[in-house]
């Protein structure tokens, strides 16, 4: 298939896992951005993220003998050991040892021998920068209160995952695509943009929506709170609070990987089950199946045909412009 998006893969940072998906010592293949990268964690509790070759003969170090007890690479201490002649690297992508020489080859002695990807841990998870030039983070990902540790009010996240053939812009578009609400998702009503704030690396938008329900009809509310394209989290209020952390990383150019995180709030010390609870997260997740055939399918219109119906579709694409290198609206 020919492709479908002129635009790259933007810039930012990118949920690549849950932090208890990677325990220490444990070193696993990960694939995002079109690049194979291995994630380990270190004794000490570091996570790091380089690329998965190894310079000297090029075995992927996120895979190795004992792959067939699904336990990937292999750490000892703070280092990684590529499995094929046990060359040892630091999280910084540095050689620390390769114990069968008299001597670090000098091509890679004291030198980073293998890109490093830079790495943070915020909201229960692990995030990776991804910058085509390999520029630094230019902003943090935000924390979420209701998705900290300690939290003690809100429950635990449940995940629920989707590879989704498209590009990720389309995909946060829908927020500023109240129509569709409509004609996708069978809301009775053409949800308001109550409000829209682009602002640097954030963008917040709030939806306001009258739901016909048996008991009349009530005011949805839904907040959507960007920060960079790889980071969102969306509020849920009115009938159970249930908070979405949505991310969106590309696996490659057009196809992305979307971890959607529920979190909702406990009543009596515990997350309610079944009930409205399970429904609001069942019905997310469908409206998701829902997008999904016009996502796979579609192409990028640059200059949209728009009504006075429609969204800040501009707004928003102008907001996401700033994410690329060497492409503009
Ligand atoms: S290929 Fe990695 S140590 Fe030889
Ligand atoms: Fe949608």
Partial sequence: MSKRYPMPIPFGWFHVAFSD???????????????????????????????????????????????????????????????????????????????????????????????????????????????????????????????????????????????????????AENGADPAHFCYVHGTVHVPDVAEAVFDGHSRNVVLTSKMTTPQGDINGRIEFASVGPGQSVTYFGGICDTVLLGNITHIEDEVVEVTFGFIQKKVNGEVPVGGVNAAIIEDICKQLDEDTPIWENKIYRKLPILCDGDGPIARFRKWYGQFYIGWSE
Wanted: charged share 25%.
């Fill in 21 to 171: 998906e990677l325990s220490v010592g444990e070193a696993k293949p990960i694939r995002y951005f079109g690049k194979d990268m291995v994630l380990f964690r270190t004794q000490s509790g570091e996570v790091a993220c380089l690329d998965a070759y190894c310079p000297h003969m090029g075995a992927h170090l996120g895979h190795g003998i004992h792959d067939f007890m699904g336990k990937g690479g292999e750490v000892q201490g703070e280092s990684i050991v590529c499995p094929f002649h046990a060359w040892k690297f630091d999280t910084e992508g540095m050689v620390t040892d390769v114990p069968y020489a008299k001597n670090i080859p000098p091509k890679v002695k004291d030198k980073q021998c293998l890109k490093k990807y830079p790495t943070t841990e915020e909201n229960q998870s692990i995030w990776v920068w991804h910058h085509p030039e390999d520029l630094p983070p230019s902003w943090d990902v935000k924390p979420i209160p209701e998705a900290q540790f300690d939290n003690e009010e809100w429950g635990d996240i449940q995940i629920h995952r989707k590879v989704i053939n498209t590009h990720m812009q389309d995909i």
